[in-house]
Nanobody, 127 residues
Framework: QVQLVESGGGLVQAGGSLRLSCAAS????????VGWFRQAPGKEREFVAG????????KYADSVKGRFTISRDNAKNTVFLQMNILKPEDTAVYHC????????????????????WGQGTQVTVSS
């Protein structure tokens, strides 16, 4: 079992920045690929960013490329999402998730493929 707890959300003006954190406990975190997803009211949960087990590969949704950066500190069992140049359409509840893909370099983008989830943290971007 892996327990995930997100933090760092809040209210920010368009163009601003936030840094989300996801603290993991339980099994060795380095054995999992990690992903950030978001869900806005009335919409499906969507993939935002992911990082492979070893941290060598990253993947981003087109809507956040060049603005968001995912990183992880396995020694601290924490994954981060740095969000810059925020837009009102980035408003959502952001969740981190852990996955056990069959290959170490894989980053999966479908929420149903992830095994463990945090409760989420609200990000609101005002125009």
């Amino acid at each position: 079992q892996v327990q995930l707890v997100e933090s760092g959300g809040g209210l920010v003006q368009a163009g601003g920045s936030l840094r989300l954190s996801c603290a993991a406990s339980g099994r060795t975190f380095s054995g999992y690929a990690v992903g950030w997803f978001r869900q806005a009211p009335g919409k499906e949960r969507e993939f935002v960013a992911g990082m492979s087990k070893g941290g060598g590969n990253t993947k981003y949704a087109d809507s956040v490329k060049g603005r968001f950066t995912i990183s992880r500190d396995n020694a601290k069992n924490t994954v981060f999402l740095q969000m810059n140049i925020l837009k009102p359409e980035d408003t959502a509840v952001y969740h981190c998730a852990a996955d056990s893909p069959p290959f170490s370099y894989w980053i999966r983008t479908e929420a149903r493929q992830y095994d463990y989830w945090g409760q989420g943290t609200q990000v609101t971007v005002s125009s």
